[in-house]
């Protein structure tokens, strides 16, 4: 019988991985992350006030033990200040990766060591199996291909899957709330989160301008040679590939391919300028491998909803060297790059 800490977000993924594992016999302690201040409770997403109640609601009726830690102060300072300075540095930032990293296997684990809970459940779709081929337990993708997580999970670390548990990787979604009705959860049609928790409408330009209370000032629009072709409302809302929504009247249709932060300007080209092979990225995290020593031939995925594609990779002056056999679309700075043998995740790391 193991002693697991389930992160419990009231929703129907983390009810039915709490179910399966009390049903297994385990010592189970559900805990729900508040991570908005008490002004922001109103705010939507995931993780509000109505989904702390469901999370308490269905610890109650399968009888185990559960609590609210407020890791609120955290959530600012790891994810909601490094999304805005992202912007702010011309990057586009990944907040649920930074999220899981910092808080669901760090400081949430650490909270359950604390409490005498030596393994962490979550209900995210991936799978933790040993592998003879790399001689330690490994992320893989999930049996569910098209609900796999195991892109925002690559940042785990050999030591944190040891003590990590995913038990709905073997399930589609379709048998998760089969299960969750049949055990009378009144959430099993609850609908999943979509959207960044702390911005719900999506609107992240506004929300950054409210929270830092900064003017964000115009600029230029440029292309490559320097030529202006009209004026921006602010570097922050702004993405790579962006064509839509530039307010202006071009001849033909261009696209955000630079946004050079030193001088205020967002370059605009060609749909082709958006293309090319390969990207560096930093703060590199192998889970499968100690060190990439030779080039290796792997699978890379540059965003979380993109198939993997061809690629040789090697490590140069400790940053990943990601050489595609074909050209991508929008590599863009802040995002992650992450890399597959097969199911298997080696690793990856932020492109730079």
Do not use: W
């Amino acid at each position: 019988m193991n002693k697991v800490l389930i992160a419990m977000s009231g929703g129907v993924d983390s009810s039915v991985a709490a179910l399966i594992m009390k049903n297994q016999g385990n010592d189970c302690y559900g805990v729900t992350m508040k991570l908005h201040g008490e002004k922001d409770e109103t705010i939507g997403g995931c993780l509000t006030t109505k989904d702390i109640e469901d999370a308490r609601r269905i610890c109650g009726k399968i009888e185990i033990p559960y609590s609210v830690v407020d890791f609120s102060n955290d959530f600012d300072k790891y994810v909601i200040k490094e999304f805005i300075e992202a912007y702010e540095n011309g990057a586009t930032p990944n907040p649920c990766i930074e999220c899981n990293y910092r808080l669901k296997f760090d400081k949430l684990f650490e909270y359950g060591r604390s409490c005498g809970y030596d393994k962490i459940v979550t209900g995210h779709y991936a799978k933790i199996e040993y592998s003879e081929k790399y001689g330690r337990r490994v992320l893989k993708k999930a049996q569910d291909v098209s609900k796999d997580q195991s892109y925002v999970l690559f940042r785990l670390t050999p030591s944190q899957l040891d003590c990590t548990i995913f038990p709905l990787g073997v399930f589609t979604k379709e048998e998760i709330r089969k299960m969750a009705e049949d055990a009378g959860f009144d959430i099993s049609l609850k609908k999943d989160s979509q959207d960044i928790c702390f911005i719900p409408d999506g609107d992240y330009v506004r929300f950054i301008k409210e929270y830092t209370k900064k003017i964000y000032p115009s600029g230029n629009f440029v292309t490559e040679d320097g030529k202006i072709l009209g004026t921006h409302k602010g570097i922050i809302g702004y993405t790579i590939g962006q064509r839509k929504g530039l307010g202006l009247a071009l001849p033909h249709p261009m696209y955000v391919t630079k946004k050079r932060t030193d001088t205020n300007e967002v370059v605009l080209g060609e749909h082709e300028d958006l293309f090319s092979r390969e990207l560096y990225a930093n703060d590199v995290n192998l889970s499968a491998l100690d060190s990439i020593d030779t080039p290796l031939r792997l699978n890379a995925k540059i965003r979380y909803n993109q198939r993997e594609q061809s690629a040789t990779v090697s490590m140069e002056n400790g940053l990943l060297h990601v050489v595609f056999d074909e050209p991508q679309r929008a590599i863009c700075k802040g995002q992650s790059v992450v890399l597959y043998d097969g199911d298997t995740v080696i690793g990856g790391g932020r492109i730079i």
